[in-house]
């Protein structure tokens, strides 16, 4: 096991313990770094610095988190808090109105180089942002319309969950070989699954707009948007309710290092002992921990990808 991480103009080659949070269903990826008692780090070390942590074994490092200290503890060990370019978006606020724009023109206001994918065209009259940040205001986009809103790399996206265009990265796992453990994934059948989703839009002469989809009786998950249509309203339900109501495995397994899978990629699951519920899934969040107990990654499962939905 090796690990390399950059402090603004500092570098370390040896930490006591990394630990990275990364999901595209939250505003942000986080990461804690613990290090061992180094006279003055305190003081050499501050909230917005530049992070890059990379990991990995002998040669072979891989970066797995780039953004800004948060902050420092005041204890020993030194714990720093790190967050990613959504830090940046934390320092700045905005005061805005518009008479008439869309959400596509808000976003780009907000950070001009996102990259928008499948942004349901949705006008907004009027409009106004006033004195909050930037992160702020995009979370307020995220919890009213529903997007995924996360940075791949130094670049935001916003759009629906995995609508990054191109294929994403698949890497393999087998039960019985390069799974460290997998105590925590239960395979259910989609019949067995009973899940309501409400989709409410509320217009703005504070009229609303419903479409329900999946069971009747159902666990309830209520969505609400902000002036769709009833087409887009659907959009967003059935789009949710393929989140989650389908046959395959739910939860999270253990796995080593490498591969250095990320959230939004896909996970190619093998098992001998049951090879009928093979299939590929999309990940939804990857947790990383490294220190005395090894290098390891928390995959947690989000719905079945591409053909294999349709597998028993």
Not at 145 to 165: N, S, T
Not at 183 to 211: G, H, M, Q, W
Request: hydrophobic fraction near 35%; charged fraction near 25%.
């Amino acid at each position: 096991m090796r690990s390399h991480i950059i402090l603004g103009d500092y570098e370390l080659d040896r930490v006591s313990r990394v630990n990275i949070d990364a999901s595209w269903q939250t505003l942000g990826d986080t990461a804690s770094i613990e290090v061992p008692n180094i006279d003055g780090l305190d003081q050499k070390v501050k909230a917005g610095d530049e992070v890059v942590i990379s990991l990995g074994y002998d040669d072979l490092l891989v970066e797995e988190f780039r953004g800004k200290v948060a902050r420092l503890s005041a204890s020993y060990p030194i714990r720093i808090e790190c967050e990613d370019a959504m830090w940046d978006l934390k320092q700045t606020s905005i005061t805005k109105t518009w008479k008439s724009t869309t959400l596509g023109d808000v976003l780009s206001e907000l950070v001009p180089d996102a990259l928008l994918r499948d942004v349901p065209s949705i006008e907004l009259k009027p409009f106004r942002l006033d004195r909050i940040t930037k992160y702020e205001a995009l979370q307020v986009i995220k919890d009213q319309f529903g997007l995924a809103i996360y940075f791949v790399g130094p670049q935001l996206y916003a759009g629906l969950p995995y609508g990054i265009e191109g294929e994403p990265n698949v890497n393999l796992y087998h039960m019985q070989k390069n799974v460290a453990s997998g105590n925590n994934l239960e395979y259910r059948r989609a019949d067995d699954v009973r899940v309501k989703v409400e989709a409410i839009s509320v217009r703005p002469d504070n009229s609303r707009l419903t479409f329900e989809a999946g069971d009747a009786d159902g666990e309830q998950h209520t969505l609400h948007f902000f002036d769709l249509s009833m087409d887009e309203l659907k959009q967003q339900a059935e789009e949710k309710l393929k989140l989650l109501k389908f046959d395959g495995y739910k939860g999270s397994f253990l796995a080593f290092g490498f591969p250095n899978t990320a959230h939004s990629s896909i996970v190619d699951l093998q098992d001998a002992k049951y090879p009928t519920r093979a299939g590929q899934y999309y990940v939804d969040r990857v947790v990383v921990m490294y220190g005395p107990s090894g290098y390891r990654r928390e995959v947690h499962l989000g719905r079945r990808a591409g053909n294999s939905e349709q597998q028993p």
